[in-house]
């Protein structure tokens, strides 16, 4: 059974920096990539960036390049996959979801394992 647990969500202030992590547990085959994505109030859920669970092939929306990155760590029996954001604004307020699945996708339907999300706000 696969389980994803986010953290490291909170309140901060415009351009301040947060970095969120995802334990990822469990094996599944059906995992080759994770994401991470985001659903801000009113909006739909989107992909914010995705990576290789390996590591090494990795994604940024267009919007958030060069200041969300993302990465993963490789550790005995789990993965820990980080999203590093620097210089948040408030349009970066957001439930803040990490994903696991086959397809390197942007599509929600391609990630079959998802966590419980970890809210991050930015206001002054």
């Known amino acids: 059974q696969v389980q994803l647990a986010e953290s490291g969500g909170g309140s901060v202030r415009p351009g301040e920096s947060l970095t969120l992590s995802c334990i990822v547990t469990g094996y599944s085959s059906s995992i080759n990539y994770y994401g991470w994505f985001r659903r801000a109030p009113g909006k739909e859920r989107e992909a914010v960036a995705l990576?290789?669970?390996?590591?090494?092939?990795?994604?940024?929306d267009h919007s958030l390049v060069g200041r969300f990155d993302i990465s993963v760590d490789n550790a005995e029996g789990k993965d820990t996959v980080y999203l590093q954001m620097t210089d948040l604004s408030p349009e970066a307020t957001a439930m803040y979801y990490c994903?696991?699945?086959?397809?390197?996708?942007?599509?929600?339907?391609?990630?079959?394992?998802w966590g419980q999300g970890t809210q991050v706000t930015v206001s002054s």
């Open positions: 990576i290789a669970d390996m590591g090494g092939h990795t994604h940024v």
């Open positions: 994903a696991a699945g086959r397809r390197f996708s942007i599509f929600l339907a391609d990630f079959p394992f």
